[in-house]
């Protein structure tokens, strides 16, 4: 597996590697990482995947 935080890459390089990453597992994957939030390096990203994958429908609409 790629680390992700080689030194050698940029912040860049290593934000599109994760989002990718995150793109890519499977949805208990996903749940799994976002039930231990705490413990990522990256929990914006993770944030920003789970609420696009699992969005709410708002029953106001």
């Known amino acids: 597996m790629e680390n992700f ?13 994760i989002k990718n990453y995150l793109c890519s ?3 208990s994957q996903l749940k799994t990482l976002f039930e231990n939030l705490e413990y990522t390096p990256f ?12 969005k709410t429908v708002n029953a106001d609409r």
């Open 43 to 54: 929990p914006k990203l993770l944030i920003k995947e789970y609420k696009k994958r699992f």
């Open 5 to 17: 935080f080689d030194p050698k890459k940029s912040y860049v390089s290593c934000e599109e590697t």
């Open 25 to 27: 597992i499977s949805d």
